[in-house]
C-alpha cells in the first residue's frame, strides 16, 4: 500500500487491475479463437479449390474432345 | 440439378441444334470457371487478411504483456499501450464471425461448380459420341 492510499483505494486499485487483466484476456483469447476458426474455414475450402481444379481439368478435357468430334473430317478418316 | 443437355433428346436434334447444344455447353464451362477464379482470389484476399490480422493479434498480445509488465514502473504509459492494443483487437474480433460466414458461403458455391462443372463434363462426352456416331 503506497502512503497516504486507504485500505479501500488500494483495494479499488486491485480490483480495477483485476478487471482490465480480465477484459484483456477474454479479449485475446476470443480474437486468437476467432483466428484458429477462419483457418479452419479457409483449410476446408482449400479442398473445395482442388475439387474444382480437379473438375476444371475433366471439362478441359471433355470440351477439347468435343470440339475435336465437331471438327473430325469424315472423309480424313 | 438439371444435366444442361437432355440424354433422350440428343439423338433427336438437328445438327444444327447439336452444335447450339455444344456451344452452350463450352459457354456454360468458361462462365463456371470465371466464377471459381472470382471465388478463388476472394479466398486468396481472405488468407492474406487472416495472416495480417494473426500479426496483429500477436503483436496485440505482445503489447498487452509489456503494458501489464510496465504498468507499475512506467504508470500510466503502460496502460495506455495496453489499451491500445485492446481497441486494435476488438474489430478482428467482432469481423470473425462474418469473415467465417464469407469463406463458408464461398467454399459451398465452389463445391457446386465443381458439380456443376463433372456435369457439363459429362454432357459434353454425349454431345461428342452423338457427333461421332453421325
Known sequence: ?77 | MKLPVSVQTLASLSDEKLLHAALDLERRRKDLKSEARDLSRSLKRQEERLRREGGMLVGGIAVMALGFIAGPVAGILGWIAAAGAFGLLIPGTMQSASSIADIRADAQRLNQIAVELNLVADAMGLVAAERRRR
Not at chain 1, 475439387?51 to 473430317?73: G, Q
Open chain 1, 1 to 77: 500500500m503506497a502512503s497516504g492510499e486507504t485500505p479501500g483505494q488500494a483495494a479499488l486499485w486491485v480490483f480495477a487491475g483485476a478487471a482490465l487483466l480480465l477484459a484483456f484476456g477474454l479479449t485475446a483469447t476470443f480474437a486468437m479463437l476467432g483466428l484458429w476458426r477462419r483457418a479452419n474455414a479457409l483449410s476446408s475450402a482449400g479442398l473445395s479449390l482442388e475439387r474444382v481444379a480437379l473438375a476444371e481439368a475433366r471439362a478441359d478435357l471433355a470440351s477439347e474432345d468435343m470440339a475435336a468430334a465437331f471438327n473430325d473430317d469424315p472423309a480424313a478418316r
